[in-house]
């Protein structure tokens, strides 16, 4: 068996720059509730999964790895499956309603999902998604 199909995946870490800045938007807007918080790192509980936010210099200086940063936005996308269409509606007028700004209003796309997106503080592209009927599609 392969190391993917053996060890689930249990934590999403995503280098930011001010994890005091995350940890509002995180518990604030988001609702993840706080774990743990140490210099320049921060890690919440969700529904199924630990998220972390760790400065990218705090890690560089500790660890070794480098903390040259991408340009422009989106180093990651986090999804969320939700169960229904109904559900997406729902999550998007509670997180619009918290001041979470999206990038439009859920929609129907291609590959048989109804989504939306928004971005969080470090410019982290969030897609809360639900399947369409029929699942998903191989080919769009």
């Given at each position: 068996?392969?190391?993917?199909?053996?060890?689930?995946?249990?934590?999403?870490?995503?280098?930011?720059?001010?994890?005091?800045?995350?940890v509002d938007f995180y518990v604030d807007k988001l609702g993840f509730e706080?774990?743990?918080?140490?210099?320049?790192?921060?890690?919440?509980?969700?529904?199924?999964?630990?998220?972390?936010?760790?400065?990218?210099?705090?890690?560089?200086?500790?660890?070794?790895?480098?903390?040259?940063?991408?340009?422009?936005?989106?180093?990651?996308?986090?999804?969320?499956?939700?169960?229904?269409?109904?559900?997406?509606?729902?999550?998007?007028a509670d997180l619009s309603a918290k001041g979470v700004a999206m990038y439009?209003?859920?929609?129907?796309?291609?590959?048989?999902?109804?989504?939306?997106?928004?971005?969080?503080?470090?410019?982290?592209?969030?897609?809360?998604?639900?399947?369409?009927?029929?699942?998903?599609?191989?080919?769009?």
């Amino acid at each position: 068996m392969s190391f993917a199909q053996r060890y689930a995946i249990t934590d999403v870490c995503i280098l930011v720059k001010d994890a005091s800045r995350s940890v509002d938007f995180y518990v604030d807007k988001l609702g993840f509730e706080l774990n743990r918080r140490a210099e320049g790192f921060a890690e919440f509980n969700g529904a199924g999964l630990t998220l972390a936010c760790w400065e990218i210099d705090h890690i560089s200086s500790h660890a070794g790895i480098s903390n040259a940063k991408a340009d422009g936005p989106h180093k990651v996308c986090v999804a969320v499956r939700l169960p229904t269409d109904k559900e997406i509606d729902e999550a998007f007028a509670d997180l619009s309603a918290k001041g979470v700004a999206m990038y439009g209003p859920p929609a129907d796309f291609v590959w048989n999902a109804r989504a939306f997106y928004f971005t969080g503080p470090d410019d982290e592209l969030w897609e809360i998604y639900a399947w369409k009927d029929g699942g998903s599609v191989g080919n769009f």
